[in-house]
């Protein structure tokens, strides 16, 4: 009895000042339980009068329409903001339109707006809804880019028209306001623009696609446009003509539109913590909160995140700005339009946790700290300027020591396709820890380079990716730091004579240990340009494999990879990569690399669940001496578990079994609507498997034909075929005939080279030309 009176006490002694907001609430009240306020912001101006004091401020269940978005700051450190009942309080950036509906023609609803207002998106019982767009969306899981249903015909075309022809563009009166949406050609995430005006009878003048620090022209076949009037022609579309203050929608079957719930968004930012590195924002806590109705943002990302493929834009739904021990747990975030949190500049020890994150238009969690913080940032590939190599940041504006444990982030980007769940940029430390993500358009983690490392990726289950995109895995990384160029042997000549500055941005090593992935259009896991000093170690990789592009002090152990195998793509000169006591399925895919043995890798001790002669395809160049092959006994394959069994031959080389029952989300609320992978089909095969890709010759000069996943090696469209100089005959020649090896020809006499060319009989012909790709550049070189 005497501690329960105990425990009664302290419970409600624990905090000076609790005040309770209550949709039923008033802002003439004084706050407590008994006299709510009625909004967040009268509820943040009393807690301010108790500076100093501990205070929490308790929602209620119902919706909490901001006016602007609530800034925290140093004043308000220590406070606790949380729901009284969690995942019932919904903080909303956007406003309840009361509108009275007219049916019209072709089951169109209007109805007039009597206030002045810009409507970027529309809810309509708490589902957003979709501008007038086309080609029109589906709503079937599972469809093409863009939720677009496509189908090629035999002669190849499209079933679906194009968004921006002629004959459709005639069709629009005003399309001024309108957007249109593409994908880089390369598939290398997505670009948009704003329609300003219509020029002639059939053809607009736009503004936009910077959303890519790669840019390309638009995709000739994957875009479409949206806010176009004469496009409203689906159940679940809508267009404002904010001239007449008419809003028009084609209801979703089974809605009345009598009492339909209907909101429109207005605040980018529902919520900022802002402080600064002397002053910080410290100690706030937020729990329990379901934030929603945040704007889309894609016409604002235009900074260029260093020399990765990304553009940012610096903001979303939740802001943390020069924040210290900050925490956030089980809240939700629910359609949001922009990135869901971002983490911007200085930032120390701020963690989430518990958080579902889900059907947001850009990225999940962001963690990028400023430009200012690097030595020698550069922002494209053709900067090779190299003034400052001085180890390590240049001021403390990046997030360091922040952790995201036990979160659900699924189907991010459903607007911007360059985009991830967890994006990592100039920031150090961070921890991902037990998360599941899944059903994205691009990787499910990505780092978009070296600066500044230490970063802890581990017991995560990340799949069904790269689901709109191309060229990329599950996880990806790039390490495009002040050293790269896009020119491996100049970069592999420069890391002889300087032998640490693989290091000079990295604070410490990435570590990726004991994550399930699998990624059905890409790799599981990949290392493209320039990773450098990672550890990946006890990983189930289930259906893409691991790709290690030119980098150094990569260190592979105890990983099993299912049904594929490791891809070597242009390696560094004594890189002093590590890949050994892992099980793989196939031989190594090696592409621009050749006499392993001579290079300064340890790669060796692995187990080959394959033929003798597909392991002995690695022997040969050197690796692979002690390796064993053989059936690994995995104890139960088709339920997941790829342990294997104690008669393995495989711990005989030093496997060793890790758990396969522990990966992704782990409290019951979050694990009870996670999904998990589709378990590949697994055979083990005794007979040999592998296919050495088609070899040709002209002039001397050996060619190998190289197409799909392989072609990452040259940083170009996935979709053509090209023959890769592997050899120019003579022992020594440097160039012959303009050629050089490594060079990727993509042409003949100006015929681009496609599946259905005979390459054998081009090259037989008078060649006059070739296309080639060298360091990603196109060159042409006349014979």
Not at 500 to 505: F, M, Q
Request: aromatic residues 8%.
């Amino acid at each position: 009895m005497w501690l329960c009176i105990a425990v009664s006490l302290f419970a409600q002694s624990a905090f000076a000042v609790v005040i309770h907001v209550s949709t039923d609430g008033s802002d003439l009240n004084d706050g407590d339980k008994v006299h709510p306020v009625a909004t967040l912001e009268r509820a943040l101006e009393i807690s301010r009068q108790h500076a100093g004091e501990k205070r929490e401020i308790i929602l209620g269940d119902g919706v909490y329409y901001l006016r602007h978005t609530l800034v925290l700051t140093p004043e308000d450190n220590g406070l606790v903001v949380r729901a009284e009942n969690a995942g019932w309080a919904v903080v909303s950036g956007g406003q309840r339109l009361r509108l009275k509906w007219k049916r019209g023609a072709r089951g169109v609803w209007s109805a007039r707006v009597n206030q002045a207002i810009d409507i970027d998106q529309l809810f309509i019982n708490g589902k957003r809804q979709r501008m007038a767009r086309y080609p029109n969306a589906s709503n079937d899981r599972g469809c093409d880019i863009f939720d677009v249903w496509r189908m090629r015909g035999k002669d190849g075309a499209d079933d679906v028209e194009d968004a921006l022809s002629p004959r459709r563009v005639a069709t629009w009166k005003n399309p001024a306001g309108g957007y249109v949406h593409a994908m880089h050609r390369y598939m290398w995430g997505d670009m948009h623009w704003l329609i300003t005006e219509k020029v002639g009878a059939d053809s607009v003048t736009l503004v936009g696609g910077w959303q890519n620090n790669r840019p390309s022209p638009m995709h000739p076949r994957y875009r479409f446009v949206e806010n176009i009037a004469e496009e409203l022609d689906a159940p679940g579309e809508w267009f404002y003509d904010g001239r007449k203050h008419t809003l028009y929608y084609y209801p979703e079957e089974g809605t009345e539109m009598s009492d339909a719930r209907v909101e429109a968004v207005r605040l980018k930012h529902l919520v900022e913590l802002r402080g600064t590195e002397d002053k910080p924002v410290r100690g706030i806590d937020i729990r329990g909160l379901v934030f929603r109705h945040a704007a889309r943002t894609f016409m604002d990302n235009k900074e260029p995140l260093l020399r990765s493929d990304w553009t940012v834009y610096r903001g979303g739904a939740v802001v943390y700005c020069g924040a210290e021990d900050c925490t956030m747990s089980d809240c939700e975030f629910d359609q949001v339009g922009g990135n869901t949190v971002f983490v911007g500049g200085y930032n120390r020890r701020v963690s989430f946790s518990g958080c579902y994150i889900h059907d947001s238009g850009a990225s999940g969690i962001v963690f990028v700290g400023d430009t200012t913080a690097v030595r020698n940032p550069r922002y494209s590939h053709q900067d090779m300027t190299l003034t400052d190599t001085v180890i390590g940041p240049r001021s403390n504006d990046y997030p360091a020591q922040c952790s995201v444990y036990d979160c659900l982030i699924t189907r991010t980007g459903r607007d911007e396709k360059q985009t991830s769940p967890i994006q990592i940029s100039m920031s150090y430390g961070i921890h991902v820890d037990h998360c599941s993500i899944y059903e994205v358009p691009r990787a499910g983690i990505n780092i978009s380079e070296g600066t500044f490392g230490g970063h802890v990726i581990e017991n995560c289950d990340v799949f069904d990716t790269v689901l709109e995109t191309g060229d990329h895995g599950s996880f990806n990384s790039w390490g495009r730091d002040r050293y790269w160029e896009s020119d491996v042997r100049r970069t592999s000549g420069f890391l002889l004579s300087h032998h640490d500055a693989e290091r000079w941005d990295m604070m410490g090593p990435n570590v990726l240990h004991h994550n399930r992935m699998r990624c059905d259009h890409g790799w599981d896991i990949d290392l493209d340009d320039g990773s450098s000093n990672y550890i990946i170690t006890d990983n189930l990789l289930l259906n893409g494999g691991l790709k290690l592009r030119e980098g150094k002090n990569r260190i592979v152990t105890n990983n099993v990879i299912v049904n594929n195998s490791l891809h070597v793509h242009v390696w560094y000169a004594k890189s002093g990569d590590v890949f050994t006591r892992n099980i793989v399925c196939q031989p190594y895919q090696k592409i621009g690399v050749e006499e392993l043995d001579r290079l300064g890798w340890q790669m060796d001790a692995n187990f080959f669940a394959c033929s003798e002669n597909d392991m002995r395809q690695n022997e040969q160049k050197g690796c692979d001496t002690h390796s064993l092959c053989g059936n690994p006994l995995f104890v139960d394959p088709a339920q997941g578990d790829y342990r294997v069994q104690a008669a393995s031959d495989a711990l005989r080389l030093g496997f060793s079994n890790f758990r396969m029952d522990d990966f992704g989300v782990v409290s019951p609320r979050l694990k009870a609507m996670a999904r998990v992978p589709e378990m590949p089909i697994y055979e083990y095969v005794a007979a040999a498997t592998s296919e050495e890709r088609p070899t040709y010759r002209w002039n001397d000069i050996v060619l190998d034909r190289v197409e799909g996943d392989a072609l990452s090696a040259y940083g170009v469209d996935l979709s053509i075929v090209g023959l890769a100089v592997v050899s120019l005959g003579d022992d020594g020649i440097e160039e012959k005939c303009g050629l050089r090896k490594r060079d990727l020809i993509i042409a003949v006499n100006g015929t681009p080279l496609g599946r259905k060319i005979d390459v054998a009989r081009l090259l037989r012909s008078k060649v006059e030309s070739f296309t080639v790709l060298r360091n990603q550049a196109k060159i042409e070189i006349k014979q």
